[in-house]
């Protein structure tokens, strides 16, 4: 079964700390894994988007990582910020139809 | 250049009532998806269209349609709407080949 697993479902960290987010898949054939970033009542918006051969892909703060091998991802943030609160959203696209599987996301709360 | 746009971003209905929602892609983009996103369930995929044509379905009841113009514009309709419709309702628009843009939403409650 095609799954996107995401952990933790919930985080709480303090300003300035950093924090990994984890996405472990299923999804097979896959085409490429996506990271969004979703602010309370808004929608998803894009952080980084990778396809198998890309091991690591940045943008700014965010960092994500892949291993297509063992099927997981993280989400590292760096220097974490008040506006880093939010939905983090790890997305597989399923070979080349592109037929997205959403995992339920991680909610980060960033507290001063 | 301007983002996806829906209206109305707010909607109450009673149950057994229907609705109709409004997407405008991003100029040039003629693809646009629709989603359904509740705190249990996540964001789930309803359709796409391209062209006019219903590409992509998912797996909800007949209830939940959609069509897409000739300008990409894009609605989405739900009839004999149930309490377990109350959602956020995003719609999301691309080129061929790149990444997907979410609008902002409408938050659709019914009662």
């Known amino acids: 079964k095609n799954q996107v697993e995401q952990s933790p479902q919930s985080l709480i960290i303090l300003e300035g700390k950093n924090c990994t987010l984890q996405?472990?898949?299923?999804?097979?054939?896959?085409?490429?894994l996506r990271w969004y970033k979703q602010d309370t009542g808004r929608g998803p918006v894009s952080l980084t988007i990778?396809?198998?051969?890309?091991n690591t892909k940045s943008n700014g703060r965010y960092t994500a990582t892949l291993d297509a091998d063992t099927k997981q991802s993280s989400l590292h943030i760096t220097a974490s910020q008040l506006s880093d609160s939010a939905s983090y959203i790890c997305?597989?696209?399923?070979?080349?139809?592109?037929?997205?599987?959403f995992g339920s996301g991680t909610r980060l709360l960033v507290r001063p | 250049k301007a983002g996806v746009t829906q209206t109305p971003r707010y909607l109450i209905k009673t149950r057994g009532q229907q609705v109709t929602l409004s997407c405008s892609p991003i100029?040039?983009?003629?693809?646009v998806s629709w989603y359904q996103q509740t705190p249990g369930q996540g964001l789930q995929f309803l359709f796409e269209?391209?062209?006019?044509?219903?590409?992509n379905k998912g797996n909800f009841p007949g209830r939940f349609s959609g069509r897409q113009f000739s300008n990409s514009r894009s609605e989405m309709n739900v009839s004999t709407l149930e309490l377990g419709d109350s959602a956020l309702y995003l719609c999301?628009?691309?080129?061929?080949?790149?990444?997907?843009?979410f609008g902002p939403g409408t938050r659709l409650l019914v009662l």
């Open positions: 999301a628009s691309r080129r061929e080949g790149e990444t997907q843009y």
């Open positions: 996405c472990n898949y299923t999804v097979s054939p896959f085409s490429n």
């Open positions: 990778m396809t198998f051969s890309e």
């Open positions: 997305v597989v696209n399923k070979d080349s139809s592109y037929k997205l599987i």
């Open positions: 100029s040039g983009h003629r693809s």
């Open positions: 269209y391209f062209s006019e044509t219903q590409r």
